[in-house]
């Protein structure tokens, strides 16, 4: 199995989201020149009885802003959204659990931009109009083992 048949034996059912939270820290967010540092996690698991089979990812897209000159440390903004995607197979071998946590990571370039478009909306929504975030994720992928715990991508 590879993360290409992966890809092209699963269709995205439903995504929504499950939570989302914007906050400034203080006035001076909105005047300040910031970084904004973005992680976007995804944890998967199978829908167990499911015929053909389901699979989910839990996603979380967060996003602090901290200044770019000053004090260290300071959080000027965060962000938050989490969702829930599902996924069914269409097509291939019957795909398992292990499959599926191998090779998630490459639905993250399908869900990011949707979130990361939610994202940039809620910073608007805080007068945040400078912050342009990514909409892509690059091209290398960092992951860790399966057993490890969710990906980051940052």
Known sequence: MTADELFRWLTLENLSLTAMQA?????????TECNAH?????????????VPP???LQTRLTCVGTPVRGVPGIKL???????LALYRQ???EGLNATDFATHHTVLARQLFPVLSIRAQTLLQDLGLHNIRLPMD??????????SS???VLN
């Open 90 to 92: 269409i097509g291939g």
């Open 23 to 31: 906050a400034l820290h203080g006035n001076e967010a909105r005047t």
């Open 137 to 146: 994720l690059p091209q290398q992928l960092n992951q860790n083992p399966p």
């Open 38 to 50: 973005v992680e976007f996690q995804l944890t998967p698991s199978a829908v167990e009885g499911a």
């Open 149 to 151: 715990g969710p990906v």
């Open 77 to 83: 903004f965060d962000l938050e959204i989490r969702a």
């Open 54 to 56: 389901q699979f989910a």
